[in-house]
Protein backbone atom coordinates (compact mmCIF):
# COMPACT_ATOMS: atom_id res chain seq x y z
CA UNK A 1 0.00 0.00 0.00
CA UNK A 2 1.89 3.44 -1.50
CA UNK A 3 1.50 6.05 1.30
CA UNK A 4 2.37 9.76 0.98
CA UNK A 5 2.53 12.30 3.45
CA UNK A 6 3.29 15.67 3.13
CA UNK A 7 4.51 18.31 5.40
CA UNK A 8 5.86 21.95 5.26
CA UNK A 9 2.97 24.03 4.37
CA UNK A 10 2.21 27.24 6.45
CA UNK A 11 1.88 31.21 5.97
CA UNK A 12 4.47 33.26 4.86
CA UNK A 13 4.52 36.87 3.40
CA UNK A 14 4.91 37.33 -0.56
CA UNK A 15 8.53 36.86 -1.40
CA UNK A 16 9.51 34.59 1.37
CA UNK A 17 10.04 30.41 0.73
CA UNK A 18 8.79 27.32 2.18
CA UNK A 19 9.85 24.21 1.88
CA UNK A 20 7.36 21.03 1.26
CA UNK A 21 8.41 17.29 1.82
CA UNK A 22 6.54 14.37 0.60
CA UNK A 23 7.81 11.20 2.81
CA UNK A 24 7.22 8.01 0.46
CA UNK A 25 6.35 4.45 1.58
CA UNK A 26 4.84 0.99 0.23
CA UNK A 27 6.73 0.64 -2.71
CA UNK A 28 10.17 0.62 -4.55
CA UNK A 29 9.88 3.66 -6.27
CA UNK A 30 12.62 3.39 -8.54
CA UNK A 31 9.99 2.65 -11.48
CA UNK A 32 7.91 6.02 -10.33
CA UNK A 33 7.19 9.81 -11.51
CA UNK A 34 6.93 12.08 -8.85
CA UNK A 35 4.41 14.62 -9.06
CA UNK A 36 3.64 18.01 -6.84
CA UNK A 37 -0.02 19.36 -7.67
CA UNK A 38 -1.94 22.50 -6.27
CA UNK A 39 -5.47 23.43 -6.15
CA UNK A 40 -7.05 26.57 -4.89
CA UNK A 41 -10.11 27.25 -3.71
CA UNK A 42 -13.02 27.04 -6.47
CA UNK A 43 -9.92 25.95 -8.80
CA UNK A 44 -9.44 22.86 -10.44
CA UNK A 45 -6.54 21.21 -9.57
CA UNK A 46 -3.09 22.07 -11.43
CA UNK A 47 0.26 20.53 -12.05
CA UNK A 48 3.31 22.22 -10.55
CA UNK A 49 6.21 20.04 -10.69
CA UNK A 50 7.42 16.40 -11.21
CA UNK A 51 10.75 14.36 -11.04
CA UNK A 52 11.56 10.72 -12.52
CA UNK A 53 12.56 9.22 -9.75
CA UNK A 54 15.32 7.07 -10.79
CA UNK A 55 17.14 9.24 -13.83
CA UNK A 56 15.66 12.86 -11.52
CA UNK A 57 14.69 14.77 -14.46
CA UNK A 58 12.35 17.29 -13.43
CA UNK A 59 9.59 18.97 -15.20
CA UNK A 60 7.64 22.48 -13.90
CA UNK A 61 4.32 24.58 -15.18
CA UNK A 62 5.34 27.97 -16.34
CA UNK A 63 3.81 29.13 -13.38
CA UNK A 64 6.39 28.02 -11.08
CA UNK A 65 9.78 27.92 -13.73
CA UNK A 66 12.80 29.71 -11.71
CA UNK A 67 10.92 29.50 -8.25
CA UNK A 68 10.46 26.50 -7.13
CA UNK A 69 12.86 23.12 -7.09
CA UNK A 70 11.67 19.29 -7.16
CA UNK A 71 13.97 16.62 -5.66
CA UNK A 72 14.05 13.53 -4.25
CA UNK A 73 16.22 11.84 -1.63
CA UNK A 74 16.49 8.32 -2.29
CA UNK A 75 17.62 7.35 0.82
CA UNK A 76 14.91 9.05 2.84
CA UNK A 77 12.18 7.97 0.15
CA UNK A 78 11.22 11.73 0.26
CA UNK A 79 10.30 14.21 -2.15
CA UNK A 80 10.92 18.04 -1.60
CA UNK A 81 9.77 21.09 -3.12
CA UNK A 82 11.48 23.82 -2.41
CA UNK A 83 9.38 27.41 -3.01
CA UNK A 84 11.07 30.35 -3.45
CA UNK A 85 9.50 34.20 -4.41
CA UNK A 86 6.64 33.13 -3.34
CA UNK A 87 3.41 35.26 -4.37
CA UNK A 88 -0.34 35.20 -3.23
CA UNK A 89 -1.48 33.36 -6.38
CA UNK A 90 0.63 30.53 -5.03
CA UNK A 91 -1.95 30.10 -2.19
CA UNK A 92 -3.19 26.57 -2.59
CA UNK A 93 -3.54 23.19 -1.59
CA UNK A 94 -0.26 21.23 -2.51
CA UNK A 95 -0.59 17.45 -2.84
CA UNK A 96 1.97 14.52 -3.95
CA UNK A 97 1.14 12.51 -6.45
CA UNK A 98 2.98 9.20 -7.42
CA UNK A 99 2.39 7.58 -11.03
CA UNK A 100 3.85 4.06 -12.11
CA UNK A 101 5.88 4.38 -15.30
CA UNK A 102 8.64 6.73 -15.51
CA UNK A 103 6.72 9.16 -17.83
CA UNK A 104 6.07 12.36 -16.54
CA UNK A 105 2.22 13.69 -17.14
CA UNK A 106 0.60 16.28 -16.22
CA UNK A 107 -2.82 15.65 -15.89
CA UNK A 108 -3.86 14.97 -12.49
CA UNK A 109 -5.60 11.80 -13.73
CA UNK A 110 -2.33 10.11 -14.59
CA UNK A 111 -1.46 9.52 -11.14
CA UNK A 112 -1.95 6.97 -9.55
CA UNK A 113 -1.33 7.57 -5.18
CA UNK A 114 -2.22 10.67 -3.87
CA UNK A 115 -1.26 12.72 -0.51
CA UNK A 116 -3.34 14.03 2.19
CA UNK A 117 -2.47 17.78 0.80
CA UNK A 118 -0.64 20.41 3.04
CA UNK A 119 -2.08 24.16 2.89
CA UNK A 120 0.31 26.53 1.79
CA UNK A 121 -0.87 30.69 2.77
CA UNK A 122 1.22 33.36 1.08
CA UNK A 123 -0.35 36.73 2.18
CA UNK A 124 0.30 40.01 0.70
Known amino acids: QVQLVESGGGLVQAGGSLRLSCAAS????????MGWFRQAPGKEREFAAA????????YYADSVKGRFTISRDKAKNTVYLQMNSLKPEDTAVYYC?????????????????WGQGTQVTVSS
Open 97 to 113: AARRGSYVYEGPTEYNY
Open 26 to 33: GRTFSSYA
Open 51 to 58: IRWSGGST
